[in-house]
């Protein structure tokens, strides 16, 4: 299938779980980090997107809220420039505010900007992935931008809560491939 297609069915197969299942997904998705954090301790610099509830994004509010309390790692957002079609990030401390853009993603509103070169890990949304790590995002190709600007060592990590299929069709050689996926099920490493 093709990316159009996957993006559609998956998006609604997501709005159909019940709360009680996206909740049990989402517990499972924050052990599951946890556990990738602990294992890469060397990881400081840690981008994290935030979720779009109404939409049944994962929610990555609880591994922020990790990145921000621990002593071990900084945390990093982004703010969407849908008119440059990019993102800005920004260093995310106790003293960020964030706020929902007109789109309803929670973005800071203040903080650090930073380059992308600092980061040592990209926690990426993703609406579904493959077993070779290739993945369907929303469409715009911020991330794909996005990923062409970090180090070469920098983990790009798909976060999801749906396993992963076969294989995604029509990838071109603008779609950066993931590091890792970490969902409900586990950690793959496609490495």
Known sequence: MNKEVLRSLFLEKR?????????????????????????????????????????KEPNTWPLFEHLQKSSNHEAYVSKTLFKQKQLEHFHVTKNTELKESKYGIPEPLNGEAIHPEKLDIVFVPLICCDKQGNRVGYGAGLYDRFLQEVRQDCLKIGLGITSKLDNIDYTTELDIPLDYYISHLGIDDFR
Request: charged share 20%; proline share 2%.
């Open 15 to 55: 709005q159909t779980l019940t709360n009680q299942e996206f909740k049990r997904r989402n517990d499972l998705l924050l052990v599951n980090n946890l556990n990738f954090l602990e294992s890469h301790q060397r990881a400081v610099h840690c981008h994290i997107f935030l979720p779009i509830l109404k939409f």
